[in-house]
């Protein structure tokens, strides 16, 4: 069904679409409210002087997730960089029903990003999605889309993106992420929809929902800035990473009893098997288990809330498919003030964390 959809080149956009070396706001009319007011979503299109391929950003396809809000927001207000060529389609907002109301969800409590490519004839997330895939999806050549953790946990930055394809590899590699998981993402996702239709797109996931997190910000910027470089339509060569890590296999690690954990390591870390990850303990204190990591591995994304039952996900790592002594050499040796260590130190500061020999 999706590859029904005509992919239109940007520079060939209708009139009423921007003219080369125009920045434009137009709104695309997405839904009816239930008091019959229209919904409209904000997209902000950025063309450059010459010809090149059109590249979407889009935040809060998950209505509460608006790290990606702000990146894009600082892309349209303060660019740091000039569009040479190409056009980028901005959008802040996808789930504008969602966001309104500070949730993942759409109104009917579907979640729209299982619902792409969509129909027009279909529940109100169907509906949503085939309009967002045929205008903006269908319009693009390549794809950047940003997401957080889900409510009441953390991720540290990681590029989802399936790398078996390869143009979807090549702007992975480009955006410069220490973290790429090698996924195609489930049925239903906007991004693998739009690769299945021929336009390769990655995901960033990075942070919490509700927040947007300056290094969030910066690691998002930077990675869209070396996509586009990549793409030649920004001046200048892709920053490479202090350090890769390609992931195909991660775990959510689970509480095994309710209880209130304290936590032994923080997101971002490198991980060695059975090493303490966090102590679950009853509010009295009394140790009751301890939440151990099965396999080598870097915390992807924890919990940030220490009450748990059981069966409540603690921590999502990562299994590495190299020797983590070496790993754990190149991280030791980067200053405190490279981006990933800023956004180590940021992702883990609202978390108690201990030495797991401080525990009683
Ligand atoms: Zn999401």
């Known amino acids: 069904m999706s590859k029904a959809i005509p992919r ?3 520079w060939q956009w209708p009139d ?3 003219a080369p070396g125009e920045h434009l706001n137009v709104a695309i009319l997405a ?5 019959d007011y229209q919904i409209s979503i904000p997209v902000h299109i950025w063309r450059g002087l010459k010809p090149g391929p059109a590249v979407f950003i889009t935040g809060a396809l998950h209505g509460d997730e608006i790290n990606g809000t702000g990146a894009i927001r600082e892309i349209i207000l303060n660019p740091n960089f000039e569009l040479d060529s190409g056009t980028l389609v901005l959008v802040p907002v996808l789930n504008i029903p969602g966001f309104e109301r500070h949730s993942r969800y759409l109104p009917d409590r579907r979640d729209l990003n299982r619902s ?3 129909n027009d004839s279909g529940s109100m997330a169907s509906r949503l999605a085939h309009i967002i895939f045929s205008e903006i999806i269908g ?5 950047i889309d940003i997401h957080t953790a889900a409510v009441r946990r953390t991720n540290f930055p990681n590029v989802r993106a399936d790398l078996s394809n390869p143009e979807v590899k090549r702007l992975a590699n480009a955006f410069g992420a220490e973290l790429l998981v090698d996924t195609i993402g489930p049925k239903g996702a906007m991004r693998r929809e739009a690769c299945e239709s021929g336009c390769p797109t990655i995901l960033l996931e990075a942070g919490e929902v509700w927040k947007v997190e300056p290094t969030v910000v910066e690691i998002a910027l930077r990675g869209v800035r070396n996509v586009l470089q990549e793409l030649g339509m920004v001046a200048g060569q892709p920053e490479k990473p202090a350090f890769r890590i390609v992931a195909k296999r991660t775990k959510w690690i689970r509480a095994e009893s309710g209880g209130f954990l304290r936590f032994h390591a923080s997101p971002g870390d490198l991980v060695e098997k059975d090493q303490l990850l966090a102590t679950n303990t009853s509010l009295l ?3 009751q288990s301890t939440i151990i990591s099965p396999m080598d591995g870097v915390i992807l994304g924890m919990t940030t809330l220490p009450s748990v039952a059981p069966g409540d996900p603690v921590c999502h790592v990562a299994k590495l498919r190299q020797p ?3 790993l754990e050499r190149t991280v030791e040796a980067l200053d405190d003030d490279t981006l990933h260590e800023r956004l180590r130190a940021d ?4 978390l108690l964390i201990d030495e797991p020999n401080e525990v009683d």
């Open 8 to 10: 239109i080149p940007a």
């Open 16 to 18: 009423g679409f921007a």
């Open 31 to 35: 839904a009816h409210g239930f008091a």
């Open 116 to 118: 792409f490519p969509g």
């Open 139 to 143: 319009r693009c050549d390549y794809g």
């Open 285 to 287: 204190g009394q140790e």
């Open 324 to 326: 983590i002594e070496r």
């Open 347 to 350: 992702l883990g500061s609202n």
